[in-house]
């Protein structure tokens, strides 16, 4: 499928009556994802809708109205005053004029009034739903309480289904909203949207079994120092790390611990921070994933000073939301962090009652319908006040190829399995505008600290989001040539930014320690590529003479800078090739093939760190 004909694709789940068809399929209707767009009559005068029901919900059995006492967990975002202030400061630090922000002076210039939140309280309160939490700069407000509460707090019916996620709740038809409060976001309104970890990958033999030819399988930490060219005179000294995810922590750590003493490395004092209201961590199913998180950054910073694992109950859509707020809000949060998880990127209904100016003179702010539950819109503001105060969230594109882990549709692999699932639709939150996407290689070692091949893995994530703008800082780099579905004369984000080893499932990937055994290979997928890359950069920010007063900013700001400029960039990147010099295979995830320079399947290519550290810290020749 041609980047075009994945433009006309999306187009025709938005827009009643357009369509598009490949050969031998018939054409897709504007609902083919299991779109429900409410049909609720327009809101009474001051109230609006933000219109987010679940798609899909068609596709699923509706057993009749929720279980009164059942428990449900919402975040509501407030409109934050002056975001056009915002992406002044933050085109001011891109061009070097202005050092990152703290949180306190974020929330002095840019919060939500004292007493708009107060007043937002007060409603959530009002039915019986109580507060948990609010976020400093309070455009965060998360709360609790029960299904019977949260119907009639947002004047929707939450009814129960059964369906192949399982039963779930859900609301039937868009929520409404006090209208002089600012609220532009709601989520959790349904209890079956989630991020998706990916599949851990088969183990196989060391890369350092070699035969004639590459050596194949697992990387050592000292195999990727070498192959990505980290000097041994900056290591991460200083910095720390922050993972997201959630679940159980004791075995995370035992096993990290385990993967030190394997490899001869530090034990960094590991700090557990949880979102407030969160109480039950007894989920493990996410160990391994966490454990590839955990011992890949450390692996490529062995002197960190400690790891921050930001870990909520679940990966709810809504407890997610907290955990990136609970970062961004931290003062003494790490520089960088990894979220190696991902759903459908937000995709707005752009027809209907509401966005028409005739029947709707004053139509609410568009806010996000469709494959992710408007999500979007809140971790939007969430990472652009973390990228104000010199924060990088590094996050995996996904290993569903271009397309994205589409719950929704009945085929195997839904969620984020290896699998490409057709939709050319990018994963989230890695495709937001403060967010470094990072896609995955596969990589195979020459047996000397060499490279013998690296090229882009077939299901690495990576496309346009066609529907966010590229932000200024992406702008004009060549090979970013895709259009907004909107606004055709803008150019809209891709992903990935950059890119590191995911390994691909015939046992090529990173060694790790789980439940206290060696796993050869055993750490893979672009949930490896992600935290590698923040360890990376924290190994880059400890050679910078600004660690102590900042750091170095939001990473992309860096990068897109170094990397428009031919002369940085190949001191600084290694290009993925448009074809596996092994095998004489184009190196494509399917819609995206690789090309020469920045492409939307490895981004600017993976790091030569010396080069980068040079370049953005200064510290050259080592």
Not at 273 to 302: C, L, R, Y
Not at 468 to 492: D, E, K
């Amino acid at each position: 499928m041609a980047a075009t004909a994945a433009l006309a694709v999306v187009a025709s789940l938005l827009v009643p009556g357009a369509a598009a068809a490949s050969p031998g399929r018939a054409p897709l209707s504007a609902c083919s994802l299991g779109c429900s767009v409410s049909q609720n009559p327009l809101p009474a005068p001051g109230l609006v809708s933000t219109r987010n029901v679940l798609p899909g919900l068609a596709k699923a059995t509706d057993l009749g109205a929720a279980p009164a006492a059942a428990p449900m967990h919402v975040v509501v975002t407030l409109a934050r005053p002056d975001v056009a202030g915002e992406e002044a400061a933050l085109a001011a630090q891109q061009a070097g004029q202005a050092p990152p922000m703290s949180v306190g002076a974020f929330v002095d210039r840019f919060g939500v009034p004292a007493a708009t939140a107060d007043a937002a309280k007060a409603w959530l309160g009002s039915t019986g739903m109580r507060v948990v939490s609010v976020s400093a700069a309070r455009d965060q407000i998360a709360a609790d309480g029960p299904a019977s509460a949260v119907s009639q707090l947002f004047a929707t019916p939450i009814d129960a289904f059964s369906g192949q996620d399982g039963r779930f709740l859900a609301n039937t038809a868009a929520p409404r909203l006090p209208g002089d409060l600012g609220i532009t976001n709601v989520v959790g309104l349904n209890t079956v949207q989630q991020m998706h970890t990916p599949h851990p990958l088969p183990r196989g033999p060391l890369q350092s079994t070699c035969g004639p030819g590459p050596c194949t399988g697992g990387t050592t930490p000292a195999d990727l120092w070498s192959v990505y060219e980290q000097p041994a005179a900056h290591t991460g000294a200083g910095q720390r790390v922050a993972i997201f995810g959630n679940g159980g922590t004791d075995g995370v750590v035992t096993d990290l611990r385990a993967f030190e003493k394997h490899f001869g490395l530090p034990n960094p004092p590991v700090t557990v921070k949880h979102p407030a209201g969160d109480t039950d961590f007894s989920d493990d199913s996410g160990h391994v994933e966490w454990n590839i998180d955990t011992q890949a950054a450390h692996g490529m910073a062995p002197a960190l000073s400690g790891m921050d694992l930001y870990f909520g109950t679940d990966l709810s859509d809504a407890d997610v939301a907290k955990v990136f707020s609970r970062f961004t809000d931290d003062q003494d949060s790490p520089r960088q962090a990894s979220a190696s998880y991902g759903e459908c990127e937000s995709v707005p209904v752009v027809s209907g009652l509401l966005d028409n100016p005739i029947t709707n003179p004053s139509p609410p702010p568009p806010v996000a319908q469709g494959l992710g539950n408007a999500l979007d819109t809140t971790l939007t503001a969430i990472t652009r006040q973390a990228a104000l105060e010199g924060k990088t969230i590094f996050s995996s594109t996904g290993d569903t190829g271009s397309s994205c882990p589409v719950v929704s549709l009945p085929v195997v692999g839904a969620g984020n399995g290896v699998l490409n699932q057709g939709a050319p639709i990018t994963n989230s939150p890695a495709s937001l505008p403060y967010v470094v996407g990072v896609g995955g290689t596969v990589l195979y070692t020459d047996g000397h600290g060499g490279r013998a091949r690296e090229y882009g893995w077939t299901f690495g994530g990576g496309g346009t989001s066609l529907f966010t703008p590229a932000p200024a800082y992406q702008q004009g780099t060549p090979g970013l040539t895709i259009p907004c579905v909107a606004a055709p004369t803008s150019v809209c984000r891709g992903v990935p930014d950059v890119s590191a080893q995911s390994g691909d499932v015939l046992g090529n990937g990173y060694d790790i320690v789980t439940n206290g055994e060696f796993t050869d290979g055993g750490g893979g997928g672009t949930s490896l590529s992600s935290p590698l890359w923040a360890g990376m950069w924290a190994r880059i920010q400890s050679a910078s003479p600004a660690a102590a007063s900042g750091g170095l900013g939001f990473a992309d700001f860096g990068l897109y800078r170094v990397g428009k400029d031919p002369a940085a960039n190949a001191r600084d990147f290694h290009d993925i090739t448009p074809t596996d010099l092994g095998t004489g295979l184009p190196s494509t995830n399917g819609v995206y093939p690789a090309l020469p320079g920045w492409d939307y399947q490895t981004g600017w290519g993976v790091p030569r760190v010396a080069g980068l550290m040079c370049d953005l810290a200064g510290a050259c020749g080592m």
